[in-house]
């Protein structure tokens, strides 16, 4: 089963790391997760203030604003998907992430379509 | 054996539970199991009356439910598909028990209540799953328990369902280094079963005996499953000790008694005998835990002979302990009422008094009746009324609100001479 782990910063700092947590901290955490087997896919998003938002309204037209859609006071830094046997595993996988010391891992099933 | 049906429904109280959770540990899914034990059930009650109870009824059921599982995992091939490999996965991270010495069905209810206690789950919807799946109670019983429409009641189980199978909440009981973390929300689930049904939080009756002795033997069962747990011995001792009074609780026309006033004759004896070797269980061998102390605050109040009686001392001493354990307004609360008791009740009243900023007492009836009552006591007749009226403002259930205000008359009877 899949999940995908939101890493969710309170507060980030000027290379997008959040802020508390050392680049060491994440470089351990993205060994264990390469090392468990468990890994389908991770990033790490550049900085908040290069996001881009596009909408199409039912006219057609697309609009383009700078920023990200909704300003929330956490900021989606990065993510990982993993595939683990259930949902006790994958919170497992959240609280050992250096994200969920500072901000918050909000982990999603990713939707299953069918065999 | 006795009549028929009666013994077909005793049978059921004692195997709906463990049935679902062996199905569910067979099949991995909920939905599933719970479908099929309901046919099964179905079954036994259509032919046991007919046929008589067979010799080893939870057998009979268990294997007809599998056989009504697997006709249905080869209707819907591409459900049976997926169920088989979540079962792989299942069976290898956690064997199959095998069935215990004297006992048809292995039990594998702990996975259950851990399951319906997730905290993955919403808090109602954990103790909704809990009575509909642990308990055996039917939804419309579930609906009628929490005074919700059927219909409400049956979307939120649904909806509690669903999540566990879309987000996979595994069935399985945690390890012994998560257990600490796990099981005070699995005891939670149980105890606000048994506080709804002690002090319902609305409603024109009191006390919902049924729901309070339904956590009873949810407690039961956990006890049975988790010997070693002090705190489940200590949970079902609080439950007892404090279930031991509910006759002297109501009087004849179901207006409430306090503890005071309680013809302690009518109260329990054997079960207070029960609860109170439970409380010495719970606080011995290893640190207490919350529901222990509880259980043993309980047990003096229930040892003393009449209120002056009560060793008012330890109690006070016992919610020192609970206060280091789980700091709440309510334990101070609770606990500002027994030093009323040991040192009078200005005492009391000034630790009241400090609590009036805790913003989870500001709506919370029990805080201004006991500022009433204290009031009361020292002759503060006219701010005791005031502070009755406050409480008749808060209070949901109508025996409490009747008590309320017969105190309040006498406050206002003496107020102006």
């Known amino acids: ?115 | 054996m006795g009549e028929p049906t009666a013994s077909v429904e005793a049978v059921f109280r004692e195997e709906r539970g463990r049935l679902l959770a062996a199905l569910v540990r067979r099949f991995g899914d909920l939905d599933l199991a719970e479908e099929v034990t309901s046919e099964a059930v179905e079954a036994a009650l259509a032919r046991w009356p007919v046929e008589g109870v067979p010799p080893k009824p939870g057998a009979w059921l268990m294997t007809t439910a599998r056989r009504k599982a697997v006709d249905r995992l080869r209707r819907d091939q591409a459900f049976a598909a997926k169920l088989a490999i979540l079962q792989v996965e299942a069976d290898r991270a956690d064997p199959v028990p095998a069935p215990e010495p004297g006992s048809e069905l292995p039990d594998e209810r702990l996975q259950l209540f851990f399951t319906c206690a997730h905290p993955a789950l919403a808090a109602e919807d954990r103790t909704a799953l809990t009575l509909r799946c642990l308990a055996g109670l039917t939804t419309p019983e579930v609906a009628r328990a929490f005074l919700v429409e059927n219909a409400t009641m049956a979307k939120r189980i649904t909806r509690a369902k669903r999540r566990i199978r879309e987000a996979r909440i595994p069935f399985r009981v945690p390890g012994a280094d998560e257990l600490p973390a796990r099981l005070p929300g699995v005891l939670q689930v149980v105890y606000s079963i048994f506080t709804e049904g002690y002090a319902a939080s609305s409603g024109p009756a009191l006390q919902r005996l049924d729901l309070a002795e339904e956590a009873i033997r949810l407690g039961r069962i956990l006890r049975r499953l988790l010997p070693r747990e002090r705190e489940v011995a200590g949970l079902l001792g609080l439950m007892l000790l404090v279930h031991a009074r509910r006759d002297a609780r109501t009087g004849p026309s179901g207006e409430l008694v306090l503890l005071e006033d309680q013809d302690r004759s009518r109260w329990d004896a054997p079960m207070i005998a029960d609860g109170s070797a439970l409380a010495v269980t719970a606080l011995t061998g290893g640190p207490p835990g919350p529901y222990g102390v509880q259980a043993a605050i309980a047990a003096v109040h229930d040892e003393g002979a009449d209120l002056a009686g009560t060793d008012w001392p330890q109690i006070v001493a016992l919610y020192d302990v609970l206060y280091a354990l789980a700091p709440s307004p309510v334990v101070a609360l609770n606990r500002a009422a027994a030093v009323a008791m040991r040192d009078g009740p200005q005492a009391g009243l000034d630790l009241l008094d400090g609590l009036a900023d805790e913003p989870l007492l500001r709506g919370h009836h029990p805080y201004a009746a006991a500022r009433a009552d204290l009031l009361h006591r020292l002759g503060r007749r006219a701010e005791a009324a005031s502070a009755y009226r406050e409480a008749l403002g808060l209070v949901g259930t109508d025996p409490e609100r009747a008590m309320l205000q017969r105190r309040l008359n006498a406050a206002e009877r003496t107020e102006s001479p």
Request: glycine share 12%.
């Open chain 1, 1 to 115: 089963m899949k999940y995908m782990l939101l890493i969710m910063a309170s507060s980030v700092d000027e290379k997008g790391g959040a802020a508390g947590c050392t680049v060491e901290d994440w470089m351990a955490y993205d060994k264990e997760v390469q090392e468990a087997g468990i890994m389908v896919s991770g990033e790490s998003l550049a900085d908040l203030v290069t996001a881009t938002t596009v909408q199409v309204g039912a006219d057609g037209a697309r609009t383009v604003t700078d920023g990200p859609y909704a300003e929330t006071r956490e900021v989606l830094g990065g993510f990982y998907v993993i595939d683990v046997p259930d949902l006790d595993v994958a919170l497992d996988w959240a609280a050992r992430c250096p994200g969920a010391r500072d901000g918050a891992i909000v982990v999603r099933p990713i939707a299953d379509f069918g065999v």
